[in-house]
């Protein structure tokens, strides 16, 4: 069956811009994860859905981070007022239940010049 | 808190030379733990897991062996394969309540030479 899909798979945008990153679940995975991969380290954790709502979002590093699962499914991390540092590659996971394997997307790289 | 600590990279082998990449970690309770693999190109894939003290994860030719002593899950192979060219990353999961999270370490890139 299908993995986890992430769109776009590439994003260059300015500082200061807002971009929103999609992430598609394998379907019937209940949750959802996000991570943050800068060049030259591992993933680091955002934040965690089940279902509908963010069970945990500590990882965010601030408040011009966001993200948004209506309907159990996809998922939106929104970045307000994009800034260099922000750039990374966008990681998206799921997993059937809490503590199932986690299945990875391809990532988003953005890039903010 | 938790953390993953890999050995540094780049590593470089020759066809079927034996391979060990270093994994140890720190945690609170007893930790999942596990090897991703990222091949060029493509996303993060379970390479193999372990869930409690002496499990022994295996998959293609790889293995790990859960070693709560030392705290640590070295990666194995045998004879690698130039195929074998990617991206290890070690991982693990806590145990407990809010238990979902991966901590990972920072990645050992793995070149084979034919």
């Known amino acids: 069956g299908a993995g986890v899909s992430q769109t776009p798979s590439n994003k260059v945008t300015e500082k200061g811009k807002y971009v929103e990153l999609r992430c598609d679940p394998i379907s019937g995975h209940t949750a959802l994860y996000w991570y943050r991969q800068s060049l030259g380290q591992g993933p680091e954790f955002l934040i965690y859905?089940?279902?509908?709502?963010?069970?945990?979002d500590s990882g965010l590093p601030n408040d011009r981070f966001f993200a948004v699962r209506p309907e159990g499914s996809v998922s939106t991390l929104k970045i307000q007022r994009t800034e260099r540092g922000d750039s990374a590659v966008y990681l998206c996971a799921s997993s059937l239940f809490e503590k199932e394997t986690q299945y990875f997307g391809p990532g988003t790289r953005l890039l903010v010049l | 808190g938790n953390s993953v600590t890999q050995m540094e990279g780049p590593v470089t082998l020759s066809e079927e030379a034996f391979l060990t990449i270093n994994c140890t970690y720190t945690?609170?309770?007893?930790?999942?733990l596990f090897w991703y693999v990222q091949y060029p190109g493509e996303g993060l894939q379970l390479l193999l897991k372990a869930t409690k003290a002496d499990d022994k994860g295996s998959n293609k030719g790889f293995e790990a062996t859960y070693r709560k002593e030392t705290t640590s899950f070295h990666l194995e192979k045998g004879s690698v394969q130039v195929s074998d060219s990617a991206v290890y990353f070690c991982a693990l999961r806590n145990s407990g309540a809010g238990s979902y999270q991966l901590t990972f370490g920072k990645g050992t890139k793995l070149s084979v030479i034919p």
């Open positions: 945690a609170t309770g007893y930790p999942s």
């Open positions: 859905f089940q279902g509908t709502g963010a069970a945990d």
